[in-house]
């Protein structure tokens, strides 16, 4: 009656066993760590800038405790903080011979101390919040206002370009303010002009109006397509924000919208404020441009490197090494750019990144290429004045439709990091950070000590009490409870969430509506011994009739907390998905771990005299 069966002991066993086991990562803390990364589309990590960083590091007798390559960075861990500090400016010397040219992010961070068994079994410590681990906080304004006022700029181009195809005369399109003026001699000109730019401008809403012999055309960008480029400002700025901070090798950044024109962001675990405030101010664009063929020699390259540049070109060098001349004209800019997706060509079946622009590009870019089929074309990016050449491929044919293939000599992950900085290189609105919070380690440590000393005495009440007034079942529902929490951080781990003093709050609570569905089953047991059941019919009849009370009650607390979760944001959500979690441990550990240990007491006896649950007079 009360016996599991040897395989659902080997369960509660084995669960018990990988519950502490990814729980285990939590406890070694984190070293100060030095991370290497790119600075620049061109420039690469590999295992040579490994090598120079060691190198850097032998040479000043500075001594760290291990260093890998780990994706597209390098990580060197250290003893302590003084350390650290010292092979940041080693390492940053010895990368960065021009500190106003950098060509490699040398920043702070704190990295696991997880042995590497455990992490080999991916057991990894739980992410800690801004709050636990320390770090930055940043809140950045956007420049609605001159996402508006490049809109503009670009409907203007658009108006011009459609003005000119369509052959419509007109003595000059301005912009001034808010507004495009566009001016004409004659009211047949200027009605022409409407139609054609009402029909292919569906953003604009125009007026007319004379000064004397001058007939204009206003036109304002409606409410609507304001509103539309705000939003898209917004989120481009985050998208870009995302892959500005992979550079800082941040786990579980936070980026989110604050009110219409607000982005918060916050580091958890960045010690390098200077270095962070510099990666999420960059400014960065795109241009398409062609290449000077016609003087692409040897002795006018060699010149070039000298810094003797022909006139009405730039000289830079690309992402193999070979020298190239660009013209200054700018063809195209990332503006009219709508897409950029790795994949293969078709042909050769070699990578490629698959570019989709705009109507304007288009038409651009079909007469661009019409009239340069068999030259080379140059996409750059343009960051703090300085541009880099991201590849610089041949026009094989007049290019049409708007969709633009870019291949030849790169590799798949070439072609991902290409489409990735094309499709989200740039801001499409200029920020200013508005307000700037450090949350030093130390603070982050006391936060955590409190938080833990709060969950430990909270853990520690509940075990007296349940001792107390349940003897041995209250022992045992103790040991569930143990279990429970156990489970839950075992959880967060596995899941890599994020760990935040909410969170710490939900754990504490969890582990006191834990405990109700014990309580819920010690009662139980105890009414069946009152109405006169023998022990172990008792215990049976206990846990069975309790079960759908303690599953009703969940449920509920489970749907309040789904609310929280999808509708809550910000520290809300990290008490939320700590809650939910723990209620589904609950039901587990408060049901099948003690059912498992009172079977084990009680459940080998042909005949239990007497239950040890608080009252001896109960038999």
């Known amino acids: 009656m009360n016996r599991f069966p040897t395989w659902k002991y080997a369960l509660v066993a084995i669960v018990v066993a990988l519950g502490f086991l990814y729980t285990l990562p939590n406890f070694f803390g984190e070293s100060p760590a030095v991370q290497v990364s790119s600075a620049r589309v061109t420039v690469k990590v590999d295992a040579g800038v490994l090598g120079r960083a060691e190198d850097a590091l032998k040479k000043a007798n500075v001594a760290y405790s291990a260093a890998a390559l780990d994706g597209a960075s390098v990580r060197m861990r250290f003893a302590d903080t003084d350390t650290q500090l010292k092979a940041k400016d080693l390492i940053t010397q010895a990368l960065n011979p021009d500190p106003a040219n950098p060509s490699y992010v040398v920043a702070l961070n704190l990295l696991s101390s997880s042995p590497t068994w455990l992490t080999a079994i991916n057991a990894l410590p739980m992410y800690l919040g801004l709050d636990l681990r320390g770090g930055v906080h940043f809140l950045l304004q956007v420049d ?224 661009v290429t019409r009239e340069s089929v068999g030259k080379r074309m140059a996409i750059l990016l343009i960051e703090k004045g300085r541009g880099e050449v991201i590849t610089a491929p041949v026009i094989r044919s007049e290019i049409g439709g708007g969709r633009v293939q870019i291949s030849g000599r ?110 819920l089953i010690n009662e139980r047991i105890r009414e069946e011994i009152r109405g006169g059941a023998t022990p172990q019919a008792a215990i049976s009849a206990g846990y069975e009739r309790a079960f759908g009370t303690i599953l009703d009650s969940n449920i509920t607390t489970l749907i309040a907390g789904l609310a929280l979760l999808i509708f809550g944001s910000g520290p809300v959500r990290g008490f939320a998905v700590v809650h939910c979690l723990g209620i589904m441990t609950s039901m587990f550990s408060a049901v099948t771990v003690s059912r498992a240990l009172v079977n084990l007491a009680y459940g080998h006896r042909r005949r239990v005299q007497k239950l040890s649950i608080g009252d001896t007079a109960w038999k």
């Open 144 to 367: 609605m206002q001159a996402a508006v006022t490049k809109r503009l700029e670009s409907l203007a181009g658009d108006a011009r370009s459609q003005l000119r195809d369509k052959n419509i005369r007109h003595s000059g399109i301005t912009r001034e303010g808010q507004t495009i003026r566009v001016r004409f001699r004659d009211a047949d000109a200027r009605e022409k002009a409407k139609r054609v730019i009402q029909d292919g401008i569906a953003d604009l809403a125009l007026t007319e109006s004379q000064d004397g012999e001058e007939f204009r055309l206003t036109a304002t960008i409606k409410p609507e397509a304001v509103k539309r480029t705000q939003d898209y400002a917004l989120k481009q700025n985050i998208t870009t924000l995302h892959n500005r901070i992979n550079e800082l090798g941040v786990a579980e950044p936070v980026i989110q919208q604050q009110g219409a024109d607000r982005i918060v962001v916050q580091l958890p675990g960045v010690q390098d404020t200077a270095k962070a405030k510099d990666i999420l101010g960059r400014t960065a664009s795109l241009e398409i441009r062609m290449v000077d063929e016609e003087r692409m020699n040897a002795d006018t390259l060699a010149a070039a490197a000298r810094g003797e540049v022909p006139f009405g070109t730039e000289y830079y060098v690309e992402r193999n090494g070979a020298p190239i001349l660009v013209r200054k004209q700018v063809v195209l800019t990332g503006d009219r750019l709508t897409d950029a997706q790795p994949g293969f060509d078709s042909q050769t079946q070699e990578p490629a990144v698959h570019l989709t622009l705009d109507g304007p590009g288009a038409r651009i870019f079909k007469d």
């Open 410 to 519: 790169m590799s798949t992950t070439e072609a991902n990091d290409t489409a990735l900085l094309l499709r989200a290189g740039s801001l499409a609105a200029p920020m200013e950070i508005v307000e700037e919070r450090t949350v030093g380690p130390s603070l982050g440590k006391d936060n955590i000590e409190k938080g833990f000393n709060s969950t430990k005495w909270g853990f520690l009440a509940i075990v007296v009490f349940m001792s107390v007034y349940y003897a041995i079942f209250g022992l045992i529902s103790s040991v569930a409870l143990a279990a429970n929490l156990l489970f839950l951080v075992a959880l967060l781990s596995l899941l890599q969430a994020t760990l935040t003093l909410p969170g710490i709050a939900a754990i504490a609570l969890t582990l006191g509506m834990a405990i109700d569905a014990n309580v």
